[in-house]
């Protein structure tokens, strides 16, 4: 597992150039200087935005012997950090004579409803949060097996919804075919790695909505499960390409597992560089790996003699 630990935060604002278009659609035609001004309608036109970065952000934690949760997106909720909230069930977990007896998957279903309530606690209070993703990642000593969960943190996406209903954390279990699982600013990587699954998944849906929309055509007239369908035909037929580079990635040492780990987060941090946009990538590196032994830090755990 690596982690960079740069963390971005965000605030509403509004820029010069947006203020300056209301106040030209308010005054319209008029020739006075005096502009009514709605107090609801220049609240609208802040958005939140990233704002600055902090480096030194935890982002790779320890949770048990043989798990590891690395962090993307927003790195706090309302406020405590998501670090804190994280120590927070750990400790909860230490107490549990029965923690070890669960399945992981029972352990991943803990950690989301933790989430959960702290989530929904931060909504009553502030009434946002942002968007974090956390890759939960075991390794089965027995088995010599990993398993990799994709938990999202998120704000519902419609405003249609009863606050009872909606959950704000989901999760996934990672396909055993993924030998290189990465989140947050990775566009790189997943370039390289040909992860076209990802990309057709975040487009299909909108090409099917589009055609029900531009041809007039009954969206009860589309089969539930047809975007799915629909992508695991291209998967399919893509799936032969990607394992040209996917197939030596199945046999790595630990050594270079570690070695390509740390040249993907490497090739981010130095692209972004070439990028007109805030830097999301960079500071301090961790490394930790997880093995028969449990888990341990190989870099970026220590504190260093200052230069």
């Not at 909860?92 to 669960?102: A, L, P, R, V």
């Not at 990802?198 to 929309?213: A, G, H, L, M």
């Not at 040209?244 to 790595?252: D, F, G, M, R």
């Amino acid at each position: 597992m690596i982690a960079d630990s740069l963390a971005t935060f965000s605030k509403n604002v509004v820029t010069y150039d947006q203020f300056m278009d209301y106040l030209e659609r308010k005054q319209g035609n008029a020739n006075s200087n005096e502009i009514s001004i709605d107090r609801n309608e220049v609240i609208g036109l802040f958005e939140k935005r990233p704002s600055h970065t902090t480096d030194y952000a935890e982002k790779l934690f320890q949770f048990d012997k043989y798990t590891a949760i690395t962090l993307a997106g927003a790195s706090q909720m309302g406020g405590k950090t998501i670090e804190h909230l994280i120590q927070e069930l750990v400790a909860i977990n230490e107490e549990d004579e029965n923690y070890y007896s669960k399945t992981v998957a029972t352990r991943v279903g803990d950690f989301c409803r933790f989430m959960e309530e702290k989530v929904r606690a931060c909504i009553a209070a502030r009434g946002y949060i942002g968007r974090s993703i956390l890759l939960f990642t075991h390794y089965e000593p027995i088995t010599e097996k990993t398993i990799i969960y994709r938990i999202v943190i998120d704000k519902p996406i419609t405003e249609n919804f009863r606050a009872g209903d909606w959950k704000y954390v989901s999760f996934e279990k990672i396909s055993d075919e993924r030998y290189v699982v990465s989140e947050g600013q990775d566009f790189i990587s997943k370039r390289i790695l040909m992860e076209k699954r990802n990309f057709f998944s975040q487009t299909i849906p909108y090409i099917v909505d589009r055609i029900i929309k531009d041809f007039n055509l009954s969206p009860e007239s589309i089969p539930v499960g047809y975007p799915q369908q629909f992508l695991d035909e291209i998967y399919l037929k893509l799936k032969a390409d990607d394992w040209v580079i996917k197939e030596p990635l199945s046999n790595l040492s630990l050594q270079q597992a570690v070695n390509i780990a740390y040249l993907f987060l490497k090739m981010e941090i130095t692209f972004q560089t070439y990028a007109k946009r805030m830097p999301a990538v960079g500071g301090a590196i961790k490394i930790a790996v997880i093995d028969k032994d449990g888990f341990r830090y190989i870099m970026g755990h220590n504190i260093l003699q200052p230069y």
